[in-house]
C-alpha cells in the first residue's frame, strides 16, 4: 500500500512526526512526506538544540530513502497512492479540494494533533472535513465513529536497553525551568533510567511527549493534581485522550508514591519493567502504528 503523508516538513509538530516515524519504519519507501521532514533523518546535521525540545526524542530517527517527491498532483490525480494523510490538518491542507474530490471518505485520513480539546469551528477547514474521511484527534472528549483517537507515541530506537535505578525521584521538575538541566539527549535519558519514578504533568493538552520519555527508560511516571484540584486529576482525563496510555498503573503508583507506601523493592523493579514492556508493546511509533493506526487506515471503519 502507498501513502501519501502530506505535512508541514518545516517545523517540529509532535504528533505528525512521531506518526510518520512509525509508518516510514514500518511502510519503508511505499510512504512519501509531502513535505520532506528533514529533521527526522538520521543525516540531519544542523544543531538540534534550536529545535523545539532540544529535538529530544523525535530527531535522527529514520533512514533517507529514495523518494520520489515529484508531480505530486498528477499522481493524486491518477491515484497513484493508494491513501492520503494529512499529518496536520490544522496546519497543512495541500491539494485537499483534490485530494476530496479524487478519493473516498475510506482512503483519506486526517490528524489533528492540536492542544485544544474538539476545537472545531464551522469556518475551519477541519469542519469541512468530517465525514469525508477518518479523523483522529489527540485531545478528545468525543466519543463517536466520526472522530477517532490518536495520541503521541516514543520511537523504538529510543527506547531503553537497560536501567539501573539507583535513585528514587528523577530531578527533572515540569515547569521549574533550573531543573531543564541537560544539554544532551542521553544525560536526559539517563536521570529516568537511573530514577524508579519521575513527576509529568498535564501541560496545554494532557498528552506530553515527556510521559513516553519516561516510560521508555524504565521509570514509573507519577501524575501528580494539578494546582491541587481533584478536578484535574489523571483520572478525569478523557477515555479517548491518550487512549493506550496505562492510566490506571499510573494513578495508583502516584497514590503509592504520594502516600510513602512501603513496598518490596522488587514490587517497584517489576512495576518499571511491566511498564517499559508495556511502552515496547503498544506505545512505540512503530507498534502504536502497526496495531492501531495502519488498520484503521488501510480498512476505513
Same mark, same amino acid.
Given at each position: 500500500?502507498?501513502?501519501?503523508?502530506?505535512?508541514?516538513?518545516?517545523?517540529?509538530?509532535?504528533?505528525?512526526?512521531?506518526?510518520?516515524?512509525?509508518?516510514?519504519?514500518?511502510?519503508?519507501?511505499?510512504?512519501?512526506?509531502?513535505?520532506?521532514?528533514?529533521? &527526522? /533523518?538520521?543525516? /540531519?546535521?544542523?544543531?538540534?538544540?534550536?529545535?523545539?525540545?532540544?529535538?529530544?526524542?523525535?530527531?535522527?530517527?529514520?533512514?533517507?530513502?529514495?523518494?520520489?517527491?515529484?508531480?505530486?498532483?498528477?499522481?493524486?490525480?491518477?491515484?497513484?497512492?493508494?491513501?492520503?494523510?494529512?499529518?496536520?490538518?490544522?496546519?497543512?491542507?495541500?491539494?485537499?479540494?483534490?485530494?476530496?474530490?479524487?478519493?473516498?471518505?475510506?482512503?483519506?485520513?486526517?490528524?489533528?494533533?492540536?492542544?485544544?480539546?474538539?476545537? /472545531?469551528?464551522?469556518?475551519?477547514?477541519?469542519?469541512?472535513?468530517?465525514?469525508?474521511? &477518518?479523523?483522529?484527534?489527540?485531545?478528545?472528549?468525543?466519543?463517536?465513529?466520526?472522530?477517532?483517537?490518536?495520541?503521541?507515541?516514543?520511537?523504538?530506537?529510543? %527506547?531503553?536497553?537497560?536501567?539501573?535505578?539507583?535513585?528514587?525521584?528523577?530531578?527533572?521538575?515540569?515547569?521549574?525551568?533550573?531543573? /531543564?538541566?541537560?544539554?544532551?539527549?542521553?544525560?536526559?535519558?539517563?536521570?529516568?533510567?537511573?530514577?524508579?519514578?519521575?513527576?509529568?504533568?498535564?501541560?496545554?493538552?494532557?498528552?506530553?511527549?515527556?510521559?513516553?520519555?519516561?516510560?521508555?527508560?524504565?521509570?514509573?511516571?507519577?501524575?501528580?493534581?494539578?494546582?491541587?484540584?481533584?478536578?484535574?486529576?489523571?483520572?478525569?482525563?478523557?477515555?479517548?485522550?491518550?487512549?493506550?496510555?496505562?492510566?490506571?498503573?499510573?494513578?495508583? %503508583?502516584?497514590?503509592?508514591?504520594?502516600?510513602?507506601?512501603?513496598?518490596?523493592?522488587?514490587?517497584?523493579?517489576?512495576?518499571?519493567?511491566?511498564?517499559?514492556?508495556?511502552?515496547?508493546?503498544?506505545?512505540?511509533?512503530?507498534?502504536?502504528?502497526?496495531?492501531?493506526?495502519?488498520?484503521?487506515?488501510?480498512?476505513?471503519?
Amino acid at each position: 500500500m502507498k501513502i501519501l503523508y502530506i505535512c508541514p516538513g518545516n517545523t517540529p509538530d509532535y504528533q505528525c512526526d512521531l506518526i510518520f516515524i512509525g509508518l516510514r519504519n514500518i511502510l519503508g519507501e511505499s510512504i512519501t512526506d509531502l513535505n520532506k521532514i528533514e529533521y &527526522l /533523518y538520521r543525516n /540531519y546535521d544542523r544543531p538540534r538544540e534550536i529545535l523545539y525540545g532540544k529535538g529530544f526524542t523525535y530527531t535522527n530517527t529514520i533512514d533517507d530513502l529514495n523518494i520520489d517527491r515529484t508531480d505530486i498532483e498528477s499522481k493524486i490525480r491518477n491515484k497513484y497512492y493508494d491513501r492520503v494523510v494529512y499529518g496536520s490538518i490544522h496546519r497543512n491542507q495541500q491539494y485537499l479540494d483534490l485530494v476530496l474530490s479524487v478519493y473516498s471518505p475510506n482512503e483519506i485520513a486526517f490528524i489533528d494533533g492540536e492542544d485544544l480539546a474538539d476545537n /472545531y469551528n464551522k469556518r475551519d477547514c477541519v469542519y469541512s472535513v468530517f465525514g469525508k474521511g &477518518l479523523y483522529f484527534k489527540r485531545e478528545s472528549s468525543t466519543n463517536t465513529n466520526q472522530v477517532l483517537p490518536i495520541q503521541f507515541c516514543l520511537p523504538a530506537c529510543k %527506547m531503553a536497553t537497560s536501567f539501573d535505578k539507583s535513585k528514587t525521584l528523577a530531578s527533572i521538575i515540569p515547569g521549574e525551568i533550573r531543573t /531543564y538541566s541537560f544539554n544532551t539527549e542521553s544525560e536526559y535519558y539517563d536521570e529516568y533510567r537511573r530514577s524508579m519514578f519521575a513527576i509529568t504533568t498535564k501541560k496545554c493538552g494532557w498528552d506530553c511527549l515527556r510521559h513516553y520519555e519516561i516510560l521508555g527508560n524504565g521509570c514509573i511516571p507519577i501524575f501528580n493534581n494539578l494546582h491541587n484540584d481533584e478536578n484535574n486529576s489523571i483520572k478525569n482525563c478523557p477515555v479517548n485522550t491518550m487512549h493506550l496510555f496505562p492510566k490506571g498503573i499510573v494513578q495508583h %503508583m502516584t497514590y503509592v508514591y504520594n502516600n510513602n507506601i512501603q513496598l518490596p523493592k522488587n514490587f517497584f523493579d517489576d512495576m518499571c519493567n511491566h511498564l517499559w514492556e508495556y511502552t515496547r508493546d503498544y506505545l512505540t511509533c512503530e507498534s502504536y502504528c502497526k496495531k492501531y493506526l495502519l488498520p484503521l487506515i488501510r480498512g476505513g471503519i
